[in-house]
């Protein structure tokens, strides 16, 4: 080997254009001279050669302690050695830097067709992947080669964009090209650690890489390498710090100089190994995955094709790739989400006779004439739509939404009402016995004004007067005693009993029906798919209400909820308050009890929700328990405080609940529990625990338990220590009192799986596809929409690995919804 001076020149000429300020490299030129020339006399094969070189002394130079003008003449005869030994040698060092060429990904490799190897065989059967290291990718739920292939990059480091030395910005990422110029092990914070001086025509910079002392010998001077990073400045110089780095050789960049893919990683796996058998496993495989999307879609919509867009995903070329990658695989899951949900109401639908309940005009009119309220605009729009779902053949299959104490309860008995004048039972399901219970009484006391009380037991009354035979509402939970239960359910099923309110129990087994037509589903979040599922095979083909207080975010609606038709009630009854929220400081506690304490002196109630305790019912009982003794003995000690948690009896919680309703109780001390539907009209105060742990949704949630009567109503939230997080929450919360926009910002800060409160059963996986993509979403469900309207049961030949697709993704289809 000859002597390649390019280094040395670069530096060289660097020197002199900054002035012979020794600053060229970082640590002084001696340094660098003493190790470049100790390498590179060995590669100087002349004698001649060698001995001017050895007359230069680069080995102790001495250039720190020469004048300006001493420096520049020995720059300068240096400058003139090279070149000669440049000129002698015949070697001539690379002149300058090349760009970073921008390699399209090279077609992947052909298929080499591997006997009894498909994109679903187990990952090991990929070189290099050995039984431990498959062992960390199932961690991550990576079984297959096909879960290789969607396992994607949770973003990308944009290192494409080459950068001169010269022209770092601290605090970017940036990329530079650059030749080591030496590169040597030091110790940093007492870490072995690996430090190089790297350069470009433009300048020098350094780059440590901590923890790893091994680097260094692997980057012999002038190593072409890309170097991605952020540059941080260290004693007034830019420094790379453990940045991702790679060599320049002639093939594609995986590390550096590109969009870089960033895997989630485990224990285990490190991002360089598995970028590398990511990038093998995508070369190889991704064009062995079959395109499902018939093309006439594919090409209308302008998507990628699939393996395209999953080698692009992985790898992509630029931005505009990962842009176009991401649409298509996020198209695809919508789509066959859609075809999952609409596939299911199709079925639904189409399978089961219907069970028509028509509008009876007089009673009807009844019902609302009697009611002490006019129904808002909103409210009659959506009973309408009701009403006219009702009539048809086919089952109706239908989300109510309306904000907290937007008066769904009152059209869904005007619905119940309908069911029962068709002498057809209607069911109303509430997520717990107290509200199962609130209902139960909410609903009597609506039929009192148009009937008369004709029977009253236990769990059942019976009016009559308003149809042509007595009407009665029944309410079946848990907890009642066996033998009156047993007795309940042998009245529902000899159709004796016409509406009937409970929690799940009316979904159990032993619950049957005579002739089931309207099935109400209260708060439907707690209600998982499979529940809804149970409740629609109870009697023939009911007629199925959801109702929500939460509002739900347009793109979950459609996603969880695809096979609903949607109905809002978007109006509040005219006169609602604004509920004054506030977030107090810790040490604002003592005031937020004073004004309790003058709240109850003026004759209001307050709640106080306990701090939200995940580890168990049972503890977060015991909590509860604690909170109301230091309530009622240190802060309150002259009020009537009860208290309320979810072991409790449903008989004691009862009681508790209707002492707290009928003024007996000044404040209550309740878990969250209280959360969902309670209707105290005297409650104005809503105090709530370490409320920055709590969701927007469900803030929102409790602080619609108070404002429900005439008084000014207020909101107080306490938190110790929100993290950041939590506090963004509780400005929101402060500030916005539309039950979709917070449920909109919930989405953003939680995601969808917190967003309910627990992982929804049947909440499809969605890993490219994000729920603020409205628009992709609402064009898959009219692809899907078209695609049913076209072949129903996906029949046709070219929808064949449509079908089979589906049937992978959603095998359980068959329990959905
Ligand atoms: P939601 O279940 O939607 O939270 P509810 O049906 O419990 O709301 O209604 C809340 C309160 O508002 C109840 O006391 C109900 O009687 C009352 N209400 C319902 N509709 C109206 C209306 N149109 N005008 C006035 N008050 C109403
Ligand atoms: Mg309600």
């Known amino acids: 080997m000859s002597l390649n001076a390019e280094p040395l020149r670069k530096i060289l000429e660097l020197e002199c254009k900054k002035g012979y300020l020794d600053s060229a490299v970082i640590g002084g030129l001696d340094r660098f001279l003493r190790n470049w020339a100790g390498q590179a006399v060995e590669s100087i094969t002349t004698t001649q050669l060698r001995n001017r070189f050895n007359k230069l002394r680069l080995v102790n130079s001495n250039y720190a302690s020469l004048t300006k003008e001493q420096r520049k003449e020995w720059v300068n005869s240096v400058l003139d050695f090279l070149a000669e030994a440049e000129r002698g040698e015949g070697e001539k060092g690379e002149a300058r830097l090349t760009p970073i060429a921008s390699r399209p990904s090279p077609r992947p490799r052909a298929n080499r067709p591997v006997v009894n190897q498909s994109i679903d065989s187990p990952i090991t059967v990929v070189r290099g992947i050995s039984s ?26 944009d290192y494409s964009q080459r950068k001169p030395i010269s022209q770092l910005t601290e605090g970017n990422e940036e990329t530079i090209v650059a030749n080591v110029w030496q590169a040597q092990e030091i110790r940093l914070g007492g870490r072995r650690s690996t430090e190089a001086i790297v350069g470009d025509e433009t300048g020098n910079v350094r780059v440590v890489w901590f923890n790893n002392p091994y680097l260094a010998k692997n980057l012999a001077t002038n190593t072409r390498l890309v170097i991605s990073g952020r540059v941080s400045l260290f004693k007034g110089r830019h420094v790379f710090e453990s940045p991702e780095w790679e060599r320049v050789e002639d093939k594609e960049l995986i590390h550096a100089g590109r969009l870089v893919p960033l895997y989630p990683l485990t224990q285990g796996l490190r991002s360089r190994q598995v970028r590398k058998l990511m990038k093998e496993v995508v070369d190889q495989w991704a064009w062995q995955t079959a395109d499902f999307l018939p093309s006439g879609l594919r090409e209308r919509q302008k998507l990628l094709e699939l393996p395209q867009a999953i080698s692009q995903a992985h790898f992509p070329e630029d931005e505009d790739l990962k842009t176009r990658a991401r649409v298509r695989l996020a198209f695809d899951e919508l789509f066959l989400l859609q075809l999952g949900v609409l596939g299911k109401k199709r079925d639904w639908q189409e399978g089961q006779p219907s069970s028509p309940i028509s509008t009876k005009t007089p009673v009807l009119e009844a019902f609302l004439q009697s009611l002490p309220f006019e129904l808002t605009q909103a409210q009659h729009r959506v009973l309408k739509e009701l009403l006219s779902d009702l009539e048809k053949p086919q089952p109706m299959s239908r989300l109510l939404q309306g904000e907290v104490g937007s008066g769904k309860t009152v059209v869904a008995t005007a619905a119940l009402l309908m069911a029962a004048a068709n002498d057809y039972q209607g069911a109303f399901m509430a ?82 029906f005579h002739r089931l037509g309207l099935a109400v589903v209260d708060e439907q979040h707690r209600f998982g798919v499979t529940q809804r599922s149970a409740l629609r095979q109870k009697g023939s083909s009911p007629h199925v209400l959801v109702m929500t207080a939460t509002p739900i975010p347009r793109t979950l609606a459609l996603t969880l909820y695809g096979d609903l038709d949607l109905s809002v009630i978007d109006q509040l009854p005219p006169g ?52 109301y003794e230091r309530l009622s003995q240190e802060v309150f000690p002259e009020l009537r405080i009860g208290l309320l948690h979810g072991r409790m009896s449903a008989a004691e919680k009862d009681r508790v609940m209707r002492h707290f309703r009928s003024g007996e109780l000044d404040i209550l001390v309740a878990t969250p529990v209280v959360e969902v539907g309670i ?67 919930d989405l953003k800060l939680r995601g969808p799986g917190e967003f309910f409160g627990t992982r929804q059963s049947g909440l499809p996986d969605l890993r490219m596809a994000k729920l603020s993509d409205v628009a992709l979403l609402e064009l ?33 289809a068959g329990e959905w919804s």
């Open 132 to 157: 431990s290291l498959a062992t960390r990718f199932n961690k991550l739920g990576v079984k297959t080669i096909r879960d290789l292939l969607y396992f994607f990059p949770h973003r990308h480091l």
């Open 679 to 745: 209707d105290i009209p005297n409650a104005t105060v809503m105090l709530v625990e370490s409320a920055d742990r709590f969701g927007l949704s469900q803030l929102h949630q409790f602080r619609g338990r108070v404002g429900r009567g005439q008084e000014q109503s207020y909101c107080m939230l306490l938190a110790q220590n929100p993290s950041e997080v939590g506090r963004a929450r509780l400005d929101i919360i402060e500030n916005v009192q539309d039950g979709f926009q917070l449920a909109e910002e």
């Open 576 to 627: 609602r308050q604004v509920i004054k929220t506030k977030w107090l400081k810790p040490e604002q506690r003592a005031s937020a009890y004073a004004f309790i304490k003058r709240q109850v002196a003026e004759g209001r109630q307050a709640f106080i929700i306990c701090p939200l305790i995940e580890e168990s019912e049972a503890i977060q009982a015991r909590a509860a328990i604690a909170e």
């Open 780 to 812: 898959a469900r009219s692809e899907a929409i078209r695609l049913f309207e076209k072949d129903k049961n996906l029949e046709k030949p070219e929808h064949k690995p449509l079908a089979k697709e589906l049937a992978r993704v959603w095998p359980e």
């Open 431 to 512: 997520p717990t016995e107290i509200l199962a219970e609130q209902h139960f009484s909410t609903i009597c006391q609506l039929l009192s004004r148009v009937g008369q009380l004709e029977e009253k037991e236990d769990y059942l009354h019976s009016y009559s007067g308003l149809l042509s035979r007595p009407l009665t509402v029944a309410l079946l939970i848990g907890d009642i005693t066996q033998s009156r239960k047993r007795e309940l359910q042998q009245r529902i099923l000899d159709g004796d009993i016409g509406i009937v309110i409970g929690t799940h129990a009316l979904i159990q087994k032993e619950v049957e």
